[in-house]
Every structure is written in C-alpha cells, then in structure tokens.
C-alpha cells in the first residue's frame, strides 16, 4: 500500500491530504516532497554489510566474507549484480581485492592474506557496489583489521651474486604504534540546528579528537568576554558532550578547555542577532520538536517543518509565524529505524536550521534463537546448532542469515569493538564521517547510550544532498550506473585500419571446446559480449569471421575499467592489538608442531637459482616461495603451446592426471590432479586463490612457476584445503622480461609463436570463485586425526535461509582448543528487519 505523505497545516495536529489543499505554503511543500521522491529515483540508494569470520587476522589465514547489499529500507537490493572488495593498507594502497558476484542482494567469498602481497600491519576492508560511487566513499561499508604475522621464518633458497633473495618473513607480532602527539587536541562546537541566536537558549554540543582523528576526553567551562564563568562542561563519551548557553547581545564567549593536564581556549561560534532554533527531543513513544524564533520575525509569513529518513519526506508541517515559541509531538512510529533528519524552512522556503536524530525501533528487531544439542562438549565433538527466528510477538520469519564460529580462547573479542549489522546498516552506513565504537550505542543499549547516540548526531555531518540543491534540481546525473554483470567489449579492424562492419565474432574457451557466444560487429566494427557470468583467471579464445572475406583482421579488446575510487583517510582505532598478540602466538604454535614433523621448510636443491627465484617471485604460496616438493618455472614451459593441465602431464613428479567428472563447466578433455596415495583430487591455487575448475582454463605460456606442494608436506600449510595436496600456480607479471630469459635459451632455429590474426586468447578479469569453508568430519575415518587441529574459525557458513517455521540448523566439529566457543548469527527478513545473537558454549 502506498504511503501518503500528510501536510500539517498546524502543529498542533490537524491535518489534510497536500493534494486537497491550496494553501501556497503547502503547495511548496508538496514540490519539496516530490523533487526529493525524484531524486530517490534518479539516485538509488544501496548500502553494504559485510560480516566476517573474525575480528583480526594473521597472513596466512583466510577472511571468510558474507555480503548483504540493501537498499535504503535494509531490504536485500534487486540492482547491483556486483560488489567490489578491497583490503587497504596504512598507506592507502590496495594490496588486494576481489570481486563479488551478488545474486539478490547476498553474496559471500574469501581474501586469502598471503604474505608475498602484503605485510602485518594495519587494514581497511571496504566494499561497495558502482552505484555507491555516486555518494562518495565516505559511504563505502570500512572496517579497519588487524593483520599479524604467525608464519615462521621461511628458509631462502641459496643466495647469488648481484640478486636479493626472497622475501623472509617477519618475526614481528607487533602492530607498528601510530604516532600522535598527546598534547595536540582539536575541538568544535555545534549549536543546535545550526547556529546561536541572540536571547534564545540553545543547547551546543562539542567533540574533541587528537591529531590521529581518535576521540579525546575533555572538561572545562564557558566564560564571557568579562571573563565570568557561565556554564561548565564535560565529555560523556568519545570525546562528546553537550552545554546549554544563552547568549546575550554585545556578549562574546570562550571555552577554556582541559585536557591531559593542559588548558586552551577556544571561541565559541558567535551568536546572531535574529535567526532560528529547532531542538529535538524525544522519549519513549514520540519525537517532540521545539522551534523557538527571535521577536523581530513575527509576522513574517509561515514556516514549515519537514522531517525525512532515507531520502523519503515522513513528515511535513507548517504554521504560520505569529508566536515565537511551537512544539510538536510527532509518534515514533511514523518514522523507520535509523536516522532523521529534520528541516526547518523559513518564509522564503529557505533552509534555515536542521537537526538529525536516531529513532530506535528495538521492538523491531528479529529474535534468533540459536540451542545446541548438549550442554557442554569435548575436543573434536559434533555439535549440532538450531536456529529459530521470530518477530516480537512469535511469528516465524523466513530470512537470510550467517554464522560464524570461533574459539574465543584464540580469539578474544569485545562487542562494542565490533561493526555489526545493526551499527552498520542502521547508523554508520547513512553517517558521513567517522564514528567510533558504533556498536557501543547498540550493545546493551541503555539511556544514556541513546543520549550519548544523540550526542554523535548533534556533532556528526550527514549529507547525501543538500535541501537547496534538491529544490533548485542543480544536483547532477549520475556518474556511476547500476553493474549487472562484468563484460568483454572491443573493435575488429580490417586492412588499412578500417573498422569491420559485420564482422561475426565468436567467444570460446581457450582450449577448443565449442563456441560460448558470437556477435556481429557494428558499423563502427565495435562487439560486446555483456553480463556474462566470467570468472577471473579463465582464459577465452576471440576468433573473427568476415562473411566479406577479408582475412587481414585484427582484434582490439578495450581494457577494463578497473579505477579504484580514491581511499578516505580514517583514522584506526586499535582495540585488538593485545589480542592480536595472544592471537598470533597461538596461530604460531600451530606452524611449530607442523615443523616438528618437517612438514615445512624442507630442504631443496636449486639448479639455475636466478632463474627459479624471479620464477617464484610473486608466489602466493604459504610456505614461502619456491618452498615445495617440485617447482617448474616459466623456462620450463615455454614450449608448451596448449593449457597448463595438458602440459603438465608427464612432467611432475608423482602426480596422476584423471579426467575431470564434476559438474562445474563440462569440458571434453579436462585432467584433475591427484598425488600418488591419495583419493581426492590437489586444490589449486592461482594467484592466490582457489581455483575449481583445475587447470584446464590456463594458458602455460601466462604461466610463470608451478610449485607441487605434495599431501602430508607443506600443503598442510591449507588446512583441510591441503589434505590432498596442492598445485601453486603464479602467473607473469608485469615486473619481469620472461620473454628476454625465453629467448635465451631456445635453440637456433625455434620460432616464437605469434598472435596469429584473427584470433586473440584473453584471460578475463571477471568474478572471483565462491570458495567453500571445508570443517574436518571425525566421524570419518578417512579423516587425518594426526594433525593438530588448531583452527580458531571453527565454522563458517554464509549461507542460511529459515524456512516458513523460521527454523534452520548446522553441524561442524570442534577443534583441539578448550574453553569459550562463541556463535556469532547476523542476518535480516525480506522487508528489512535485522538480527544479530552472540551465543556461546563450552568445550572442556
């Protein structure tokens, strides 16, 4: 049913349809109401949440993503197919990223941290959809991690003259300290609404922040220009708190501040002489709205009030100005959880004061039930978990959810540290700037945590449009559009550099198994191939006919668009550090006992050192590069003309090559590996991430180094992952002449392969690969108990969907640790409603 927006002609409550109305006052109201619903229209709203496996990391771990992409209702989204994630270190590089296919509003993946991209340090992981690009990055979902280093010293190969050797990892746990001066403090002062008026008291708040954007604790009082001390202040929380002042005419005030043993004053904005005041209150049924006016504007025509959350005008009110003192009382229920934000409009619908505040709904909230079948458990049990979620009054709903599972013995955490799907979607995502601890306001929420809540949007910026941009519609188109897929587009050129008009091209997979698409060309000699379902790293022949007969054609593919929006600075709060010591001290005792029984870091002899060493260069491997039972590199294989699994064969050391029988893309002639004395096929790993499609969609000649970590030996270094050993695949890179090291070495009289016309091979930078978090089953006896299971995510899975009882349920087995296990489930119901339980139980 269709929300009518209601125009009040009075504050005190009576009210008529703005359609049925002719009074003007109303009337621009009602242009307000409708240049604001086209704004919505012309720029969609989506916001992103992002729920993690953990708080904190070490390299070598894996961050297991859930991703909920929703619009500004927080329901699942039906626009963007495509969601990017970066991981962004200290300086503002990205060191990695991938990209997320979104069906529905949901999706989920994984980062691998390998130490051969980035360095302990300091993190951001920040996601977005291309529409969200429009807002800016402020908008973007940010969280700041924590990355240790668990990983042991790996064992360079031999060294040689006139070359570095690999990279050693670092013994470091510590996070590098951030510099900040305690003596440097930067404090404002907000009135209420926006400015100090002359004879009208005004509530001011203030936040103080130290040279590293990080909240500082503060006191102090307010003075007059004779030096009379009028109010006195302090901080409630991160750095806020709030003062009442009433300044005079010909008066002037100070803030004399104190903090960390110092003292600095400060003016205090200067007051008006004529102007507005609008203050908000509320309790526990309504929002009560107070706008008081300077004598010399009464009779001055009619003022109107609007109040708008999620770029929807909830409620509009106007009255004429003959006193200079209104309220109103206005239900909490005519507006949705999250933010206000309300305007007060002068006689000539000039926006003069505004205000935002947080309506808190918390009936509104989904109840999750999550019951385990015993009690208490022991090392390694099964524990079976039953999820039951309800609305308030008991009713079953169906919903999207995800649960995670971790040892909280390895993994301390604290929740208000945490960035949950409550402080995200309902607060920080529609909340320009940054906001520390947001899940403080919603852990354990209290009153004075709403008051304090209340005091961050007193002193907070928020603005996705400016009211007079929206009424004089000078706000631009947008930039970005809406990503339903990721494509291929290019130009066919014909002889003398003509363009090809009608020209048929064919997409294909690189190894000859049929035709996937084909297009003709238009008169410009311009295809496309669009929302394809393309995933990173598989390569894909593009042949070209001319049904003209011409055969002197050549293809040009245009290069993606691959800019990464600029990086905001944040500042980095670090709650985790001591905990990300325990924690990487914990994730190391796991490396020691797996050097115990040598299963890394054994010793190899290197033949052409130089040449395996920028082979294995950007190797992604966990055991440090070219630390594997057998390396080939791209010398090697520069013979080889044909995919990487059909070239492989017969060349590496105990490996069999069985064909391919999964249902994931049929291709005739597709080989999986299997390492001698094991039954499962080896994982293999791309560039850093798993690939389930085995080699078959990699060209040798992309290729730079092959590493065999065989099972039982390094490839324990995957976990589960690497049970049945794995194949490190590294492919060239930009850094390195593999061409010049080719060259010479091939005998007189080979010939380098040319491009041949016609016909381009294109390995495609699409969607990374779902990857699927694997937890050990003890009950099968195939399962190696050997090795020490010192998991601290001990169970992920993005994936639930209640049925119509609001029931759903997992099975996992716990690891070697003892102690505290906590269940962390996030998720939300078809029309918006958001859930979040922490549940917890024992293994002794």
Same mark, same amino acid.
């Given at each position: 049913m269709?929300?009518?927006i209601y ?7 009576l ?7 002719a ?7 009602r242009v307000?109401?409708?240049s ?9 709203v989506?916001?992103?949440h ?6 904190y990391?070490?390299l ?8 909920y992409v929703?619009?500004?209702r ?6 963007s197919?495509?969601?990017?994630i ?9 060191k990695t ?7 529905k509003?949901l999706?989920?993946g994984?980062?691998t ?5 980035m360095q ?5 992981i920040?996601a ?10 402020e ?6 991690i ?21 990279v050693?990892?670092?013994n470091?746990i ?5 510099k900040?001066d305690?003596?440097k ?5 907000f ?7 002359n004879?009208?008291s005004s ?14 604790e ?7 220009k004779?030096?009379k001390?009028?109010?006195?202040f302090?901080?409630e929380?991160?750095?806020m708190?709030?003062f ?5 005419p ?6 004399v501040v104190k903090f960390n ?6 003016e205090i ?8 005041i609008?203050?908000?209150t509320q ?7 107070n ?6 504007l009464?009779?001055?025509g009619t003022i109107?009030?609007?109040g708008?959350?999620?770029n929807t005008?909830?409620?509009a009110?106007?009255?004429p100005?003959?006193r ?16 206000v ?5 002068s006689?000539d ?9 947080f309506v ?15 009690p ?5 049990d099964?524990?079976h ?5 309800t609305d308030l009054?008991?009713r ?5 959810f995800?649960l995670a ?9 604290d929740e208000?540290?945490?960035?949950t ?8 995502a529609?909340?320009?700037g940054?906001?520390?601890q947001?899940?403080?306001y919603?852990a354990?929420d ?18 996705r449009?400016?009211?007079k941009?929206?009424?004089l519609?000078?706000?631009p ?8 897929g990721v494509g291929?587009?290019g130009?066919v050129?014909a002889s003398?550099g ?5 020209a ?16 003709v060309?238009?008169n410009?000699?311009r ?7 393309f995933?990173k790293g598989?390569g894909y022949?593009i042949?070209?006919?001319d049904p *003209? ?5 050549k293809?040009q593919?245009?290069?993606?668009n ?7 600075h944040l500042?980095e709060?670090h ?6 010591i325990s924690y ?5 005792a796991?490396?020691?006992e797996l ?10 002899e290197l033949?052409?050192?130089d040449?395996r060493?920028?082979?294995? *260069?950007?190797?992604s491997?966990?055991a440090?590069?070219?630390n594997?039972?057998q ?7 520069m ?11 017969g ?5 069999q090559w069985r064909?391919d029988?999964?249902?994931f ?5 597709s ?13 293999i790993?791309v ?8 080699l ?12 065999v ?6 490839s324990?270094l ?7 050993g794995?194949i ?5 890179k930009?850094d390195?002449d593999y ?5 010479e ?5 080979d010939a380098k392969?040319?491009?041949?016309r016609?016909?381009i091979?294109?390995?495609?930078a ?8 694997y937890?050990p089953?003890?009950f ?9 299971d010192?998991?601290?995510t001990?169970?992920? *899975?993005p994936s639930?969907?209640t049925?119509?009882l609001?029931?759903?349920g997992v ?6 640790g003892?102690g505290n296990?906590?269940v ?11 859930g979040r339980?922490v ?6």
């Amino acid at each position: 049913m269709k929300k009518l927006i209601y125009i009040l002609l009075m504050f005190s409550g009576l009210c008529v349809k703005a359609q049925e109305t002719a009074n003007p006052v109303s009337s621009k109201v009602r242009v307000l109401v409708d240049s604001l619903n086209s704004f919505r229209k012309k720029n969609p709203v989506e916001k992103v949440h992002l729920q993690l496996d953990k708080p904190y990391y070490s390299l070598g771990d894996t961050i297991w993503i859930k991703a909920y992409v929703v619009n500004e209702r927080n329901e699942l989204s039906a626009l963007s197919k495509i969601l990017h994630i970066d991981l962004v270190n200290d300086k503002g590089l990205a060191k990695t990223n991938i990209t997320m296919p979104i069906t529905k509003g949901l999706g989920w993946g994984a980062i691998t941290l390998s130490d051969s991209l980035m360095q302990e340090g300091n993190y951001h992981i920040r996601a977005y959809t291309n529409l969200m690009r429009n807002f800016g990055t402020e908008y973007f979902f940010d969280k700041v991690i924590l990355i240790g280093n668990a990983l042991p010293p790996v064992e360079s190969p031999p060294a040689f003259s006139g070359k570095k050797s690999p990279v050693i990892a670092s013994n470091d746990i510590h996070p590098a300290p951030v510099k900040n001066d305690p003596n440097k403090i930067s404090i404002q002062f907000f009135p209420e609404g926006g400015d100090l008026v002359n004879g009208l008291s005004s509530k001011i708040g203030f936040k103080a922040v130290g040279d590293d954007g990080l909240s500082r604790e503060i006191s102090g009082y307010v003075v007059d220009k004779g030096n009379k001390q009028i109010v006195a202040f302090h901080s409630e929380h991160a750095g806020m708190g709030t003062f009442m002042l009433q300044p005079a005419p010909g008066n002037a005030y100070t803030a004399v501040v104190k903090f960390n043993g110092n003292e600095k004053r400060i003016e205090i904005p200067k007051a008006k002489d004529q102007g507005f005041i609008l203050s908000v209150t509320q309790n526990e049924d309504d929002v009560v709205v107070n706008i008081n006016a300077s004598a010399g504007l009464l009779q001055s025509g009619t003022i109107a009030l609007v109040g708008q959350a999620n770029n929807t005008v909830q409620y509009a009110a106007s009255k004429p100005l003959n006193r200079t003192s209104f309220n109103t009382v206005i239900p909490k229920d005519r507006f949705p959880e999250g933010i206000v934000q309300f305007t007060l409009f002068s006689p000539d619908f000039q926006p003069v004061a505004e205000r935002l505040v947080f309506v808190h709904h918390a009936d509104s909230h989904l109840k999750i039930n999550v019951a385990a079948d015993k009690p208490d458990y022991k090392r390694r049990d099964k524990v079976h978990l039953d999820l039951e979620v309800t609305d308030l009054d008991g009713r079953p709903v169906t919903g999207a959810f995800s649960l995670a599972v971790t040892d909280e013995t390895k993994v301390p955490y604290d929740e208000k540290n945490e960035k949950t799907i409550f402080s995200n979607l309902l607060l920080t995502a529609d909340l320009k700037g940054y906001v520390e601890q947001p899940n403080y306001y919603f852990a354990n929420d209290t009153l004075g945590k709403m008051s304090q809540l209340d005091n961050l949007l007193l002193t907070q910026g928020w603005r996705r449009f400016v009211w007079k941009d929206i009424m004089l519609n000078t706000i631009p188109p947008p930039a970005y559009q809406v990503e339903t897929g990721v494509g291929i587009s290019g130009r066919v050129m014909a002889s003398g550099g003509r363009p090809a008009e009608g020209a048929r091209v064919f997409l294909l997979f690189d190894m000859g198994s049929g035709v996937l698409i084909d297009t003709v060309t238009n008169n410009e000699g311009r295809f496309s191939f669009g929302n394809f379902p393309f995933r990173k790293g598989i390569g894909y022949n593009i042949s070209v006919i001319d049904p *003209k007969g011409e055969k002197n054609l050549k293809i040009q593919i245009d290069k993606p668009n691959n800019d990464l929006p600029g990086i905001s600075h944040l500042p980095e709060e670090h709650p985790y550090n001591d905990n990300l010591i325990s924690y990487v001290e914990n994730s190391r005792a796991r490396f020691v006992e797996l050097k115990k029984d040598a299963w890394i870091n054994k010793p190899i002899e290197l033949k052409e050192v130089d040449i395996r060493e920028l082979a294995v *260069k950007n190797s992604s491997s966990l055991a440090g590069p070219g630390n594997a039972d057998q390396v080939l590199t791209f010398v090697d294989l520069m013979n080889c003309q044909t995919d990487l699994s059909k070239c492989l064969v017969g060349r590496l050391t105990g490996i069999q090559w069985r064909p391919d029988t999964s249902k994931f893309l049929t291709i005739k002639g597709s080989f999986l590996p299997f390492s001698r004395g094991f039954d499962g096929p080896m994982t293999i790993v791309v560039d850093g991430q798993e690939r389930a499609d085995g080699l078959s969609n990699t060209m040798s000649e992309d290729v730079a180094s092959v590493e065999v970590l065989r099972g039982g030996g390094a490839s324990a270094l995957y976990g589960m992952h690497g049970a049945n050993g794995v194949i490190v695949i590294t492919t060239k890179k930009g850094d390195i002449d593999y061409e010049a090291f080719e060259s010479e070495r091939r005998h007189p009289g080979d010939a380098k392969t040319k491009q041949q016309r016609g016909l381009i091979k294109y390995t495609f930078a699409g969607y990374d690969m779902r990857r699927e978090f694997y937890s050990p089953d003890y009950f099968n006896p195939q399962t190696n108990t050997l090795i020490p299971d010192l998991r601290s995510t001990i169970y992920w *899975k993005p994936s639930i969907i209640t049925n119509n009882l609001g029931k759903a349920g997992v099975d996992f087995f716990n690891a070697d640790g003892s102690g505290n296990y906590r269940v962390i489930v996030e998720g939300l119901a078809p029309e918006g409603k958001l859930g979040r339980q922490v549940y917890h139980y024992t293994v002794k």
